[in-house]
């Protein structure tokens, strides 16, 4: 999600169901292929129709499915056909598999009748002109509200749209377009006056990201981009979506949708999905990075605010938090963290390194200044509600601990690290366990001391820094002390010396775990400095205090 959802995370937590914060374990031995939601969609109102045909592998020793499914009724069930029974709750729909259940595993195919009408997940808007638009808004855990799902972001699964919806509207959904034509209403003259159109992914994603876009919208070509650098050749079709009052907005910053797909497909890998989309919506969120459909919020397109920053956040997050999900919500920083650095790296490869580095002092200062940084750690395994993971250590401080690992492995070692992480666990899900082991191949260095200090302690360093010049060694000798409140932290440490001959050199130390350290700055030095700078390269997440 983009960073400007700080404007409406009051606003959400405000509206936060209490059911957000139920995370069931996953059901053993059920594994979801294939969704194929069949939904019909209203002239006005919020009342859908939706049949879903879930593709279940199911082994021992599952003798149920369940399905979280809220708010709307249920007409019925089937198992392989035959109609099977259901206990309906309040948040899920539990269904008996209790076929045959041998030791060998067995596909079933599932289908549930429902209907109803929808309060979240699905965001149904009228605008001034009665134009009725609907747009899906999941993120954590309201895909619920509108479609029968094992709704946790470690179910990938593929996923297929067949949207019947009354003429005139654009229907855009996940993966790529399979077809459109009119069909008459169920109940009418026979007319045809409405559309089917249906689309469908060929590469599984957690239900957070299944969505659709329904309304007037019009769109805009961006053409092939990237090319040679999709999993779905020729290259990455992109386009942008908008209401009718903004036809003249793209391409806007979208004209370089193009350049950052393509840098990220060159330092990453090919772009994982059918196509990319870019939608103008009603999402509660800045931008959602819904898999091959982002939906951007409805203000910075009225505005016409939208920034290649946010484009390029969200596109990111197509390879990280889609394409490699977080296998549990405590390790959102997976997603959010490698979108907000990879947005980061686009601005120092379109922009250069002062501007990457005065980005990451910005993301610095918000960490430091933010209370969640003391209180809670990076890997918030502990947190019950999500909407409170949408915070500077998920985005700012995950960024930073790829910076930190970037800046002590170097460049080669920093993103062959990610290309293999990303390759281990392309369209599936990881750990932070995972990175590591990834770093820790590539580099033959042993990692856990600083996934542990970054990700699973709260704080920052908080250092205080004397310096003095000994005459006699030519050498500055620096002494720094820890006072962070938690175990002192170990990292590397640039420091630069300006001479009174106006020269300035620059070394960098090892600075160990303890409260107190004193230490020779590896350079030879004639005479007394004019002073010393610490961290003139932006690489260290640090509270620093120079005495
Ligand atoms: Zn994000």
């Not at 790829?402 to 290309?419: Q, T």
């Not at 001391?449 to 050498?475: A, C, M, N």
């Not at 004019?530 to 640090?542: Q, T």
């Amino acid at each position: 999600m983009g960073r400007s959802f700080f404007i409406l995370w009051f606003v959400a937590i405000l509206f936060a169901d209490p059911l957000q914060a139920q995370e069931r374990s996953l059901q053993p031995g059920i594994d979801i292929l294939h969704y194929d939601f069949s939904l019909s969609l209203p002239d006005t109102g919020r009342t859908i129709e939706g049949l879903a045909l879930i593709t279940v592998r199911r082994s021992p020793p599952a003798g149920n499915l369940i399905l979280d499914l809220v708010g709307l009724r249920v007409d019925g069930v089937s198992v392989n056909g035959r109609p099977a029974g259901f206990e309906r709750k309040t948040g899920s729909l539990d269904i008996p598999l209790a076929q045959s259940l041998s030791s060998l595993p067995d596909t079933l195919l599932v289908s549930v009748r429902y209907d109803g009408e929808v309060s979240d997940g699905l965001i149904i808007h009228a605008d001034e002109k009665g134009r009725w638009y609907a747009f899906g808004d999941n993120w954590p855990t309201r895909a619920r509200y509108w479609l029968p799902t094992v709704d946790q972001p470690a179910e990938k699964a593929t996923v297929s749209w067949n949207i019947d919806a009354p003429r005139g509207r654009m229907v855009i959904a996940n993966g790529e377009l399979v077809g459109e034509r009119s069909i008459p209403a169920k109940s009418g003259s026979g007319a045809l006056n409405r559309t089917l159109t249906t689309w469908r992914t060929s590469r599984p994603i957690p239900p957070y990201l299944m969505v659709i876009a329904v309304g007037p919208l019009m769109k805009y070509d961006l053409g092939l981009t990237a090319a040679g650098l999709s999993e779905f050749p020729p290259g990455v079709r992109q386009s942008v979506y908008v209401v009718p009052e903004l036809a003249d907005y793209p391409p806007g910053p979208f004209r370089r949708a193009g350049d950052i797909v393509e840098f990220f497909a060159r330092t990453v890998a090919p772009f994982p999905y059918e196509k990319l989309a870019h939608v103008q919506s009603f999402t509660r969120y800045g931008g959602m990075e819904n898999a091959s459909a982002i939906f951007y919020s409805n203000d910075l397109f009225e505005h016409r605010s939208s920034s290649t920053g946010i484009i390029a956040h969200e596109t990111a997050h197509q390879w990280f938090g889609d394409a490699v999900t977080p296998r549990s919500w405590g390790h959102l920083w997976l997603s959010e963290g490698f979108a907000s650095y990879f947005e980061q790296l686009w601005v120092q490869h379109s922009d250069g390194d002062d501007a990457f580095r005065k980005g990451m002092t910005e993301l610095r200062k918000e960490i430091i200044s933010s209370k969640a940084t003391y209180t809670r750690p990076v890997i918030d395994t502990l947190q019950t509600n999500l909407m409170q993971l949408l915070n500077t250590n998920s985005y700012q401080k995950g960024a930073w601990t790829l910076h930190m690992m970037r800046s002590m492995l170097g460049d080669s070692l920093f993103f062959a690290g990610i290309r293999s992480y990303y390759n281990h666990h392309r369209h599936g899900t990881a750990t932070s366990d995972d990175l590591r082991e990834s770093f820790e191949q590539v580099s033959h260095r042993e990692l856990r001391w600083f996934f542990d200090q970054w990700l699973r302690w709260p704080g920052i360093p908080k250092l205080t820094v004397r310096w003095e010049y000994d005459e006699s060694l030519h050498r500055v000798i620096v002494g720094i002390l820890q006072d962070s409140g938690v175990p002192p932290y170990r990292f590397p440490l640039t420091i630069g010396v300006h001479t009174a001959a106006g020269k300035t050199q620059t070394a960098t130390v090892d600075v160990p775990a303890q409260e107190s350290s004193h230490i020779q700055v590896p350079l030879e030095i004639d005479s007394n400095p004019v002073s010393i700078v610490l961290d003139p390269g932006v690489e260290l997440l640090a509270d620093i205090r120079q005495e």
